[in-house]
């Protein structure tokens, strides 16, 4: 779309652009078609656009990948889009705030990615809502103003490090493209833009604590040129985090690098199994299909020789009706990354179903002093990796606290969206889950 074009679209609509909302839309039709070929759109993408406003940039997507999911702050623009893309399959406009869109409803479009040209008003407020763990997106590309990119991707020994950097990078590898001068926009800016693409940090990073470390960095940077020994919690003493990490015991928070962030975070976490996603030489008891025990064996032995062993299953609501999903480490032996029941896990030897249902609760998620009931038997089978499955029911209404080691992120979906996204990428989801998903869905139907 050309400048012509779009101010003749703004006109149809009756938008005066707005300063409070940071509207300036672009109308360069060369930049709008370089933005969008960096997102590198296939046939199967689902794209989230946010911010599209006149379309320029969803015109060159609409009718090419398999969906598109536009959502739009003003609703004249959104109205307008409703109209221009009436008759093109596959696109879905939401007149919404992208800095609350709730984002559990993207994970069953994936493959997904993200484009954004962002409101300058509230382009922060988006990429945290809908970018920050977990997040169902395999590439990003953003146009924010300039100065904002900058700190996105900033490193230690630049001015513009700082907590918003470490909090992105944390998540995503940053790497800004191209300036965009004012002249690209209407009305123009005052400043200029930047494009980036952001691709998820996959590797290079050990499990860590993403709560404790944002509350460790904005303790840090609260004063940003005061040492961090003065700043940190009291406990572990400081001198002995230093030591162990090679840091000087004057270091300021702006010096250190994400990897050291990381050290940091690991060092202040008391929980006993942040190293530890699975222990092979742990001792099972082996069963009979009539769930008889016949013998012990090691965790490797029983996974590698697909003996019969028992497990436990948990599902987590709230009083909203919502039910507590957890996404794996990437660090587990079986199904990494994927999404699991709210607690799972292998009963020790000796140990009998109950006692390891709320043990796990306790271990997996800090869930303490909940009732929880029986609800299904499960079968051992290949979906269930052999194992004999018991199947409980608990409410929580509390916060819930995961070991990083063994538990990616964790998150709440409510029942029908679960239903959804089975339906729609079941290879989404470890197996064990969803054959304790068939079976619970009765009841938890009756009790949400």
């Not at 998820?200 to 604590?209: A, E, I, Q, V, Y």
């Not at 904005?218 to 003065?230: I, V």
Request: charged share 25%; proline share 8%; net charge negative.
């Amino acid at each position: 779309m050309t400048g012509r074009e779009i101010r003749e679209h703004l006109d149809q609509a009756g938008v005066l652009p707005s300063k409070q909302l940071g509207q300036n839309f672009l109308i360069d039709p060369n930049m709008s078609r370089w933005i969008v070929s960096q997102l590198d759109p296939q046939p199967d993408d689902a794209i989230v656009e946010v911010g599209p406003g006149t379309g320029s940039l969803s015109e060159h997507l609409a009718g090419k990948v398999r969906k598109l999911i536009l959502i739009e702050f003003d609703a004249r623009l959104a109205a307008a889009l409703v109209t221009r893309f009436a008759d093109v399959p596959g696109v879905e406009i939401h007149h919404a705030d992208g800095a609350k869109f709730d984002r559990r409803f993207l994970f069953r479009h994936r493959p997904l990615k993200f484009l954004g040209n962002l409101p300058y008003s509230s382009g922060g407020a988006i990429l945290k809502n809908l970018l920050s763990r977990p997040h169902p997106f395999s590439r990003a590309v953003i146009m924010l103003q300039k100065e904002v990119i900058d700190r996105l991707a900033a490193q230690p020994g630049s001015k513009d490090y700082g907590l918003l950097s470490l909090r992105m990078q944390a998540d995503w590898e940053v790497t800004p493209l191209r300036n965009v001068p004012p002249e690209a926009f209407h009305p123009r800016p005052r400043i200029d833009s930047t494009v980036a693409i952001l691709h998820p940090r996959r590797s290079g990073l050990p499990p860590f604590d993403f709560r404790l470390f944002d509350e460790l960095t904005r303790r840090g940077f609260a004063q940003r040129r005061k040492q961090l020994g003065k700043q940190l919690p009291d406990s572990p003493p400081w001198p002995d985090i230093a030591t162990s990490l090679n840091l000087p015991a004057t270091t300021r928070a702006e010096e250190l690098n994400l990897a050291q962030w990381v050290d940091l975070t690991r060092a202040y976490d008391p929980h006993p199994l942040r190293d530890n996603p699975q222990k092979d030489g742990e001792i099972f008891d082996v069963v009979d299909e009539n769930d008889h025990v016949t013998g012990t064996a090691t965790r490797a032995e029983v996974h590698a020789k697909k003996l019969l062993h028992r497990a436990i299953h948990v599902l987590v609501t709230n009083k909203r009706g919502d039910v507590l999903l957890q996404q794996r480490s990437l660090l587990k032996d079986a199904h990494p990354g994927v999404w699991d029941s709210s607690v799972s896990g292998h009963l020790d030897s000796g140990e009998d179903y109950h006692p390891a249902a709320i043990r796990e609760l306790g271990e997996e998620m800090g869930i303490t002093g909940v009732e929880i009931q029986e609800i299904a038997r499960i079968l051992p089978s290949e979906a269930t990796g052999w194992e004999h499955l018991r199947l409980y029911h608990a409410h929580h209404h509390g916060p819930v606290r995961f070991p990083c080691a063994e538990i990616e992120a964790a998150l709440w979906f409510p029942i029908a969206e679960v239903d959804t996204w089975t339906a729609a990428r079941p290879t989404d989801f470890a197996s064990g889950f969803l054959e304790c998903w068939k079976a619970a869905r009765t009841h938890l139907a009756a009790s949400s």
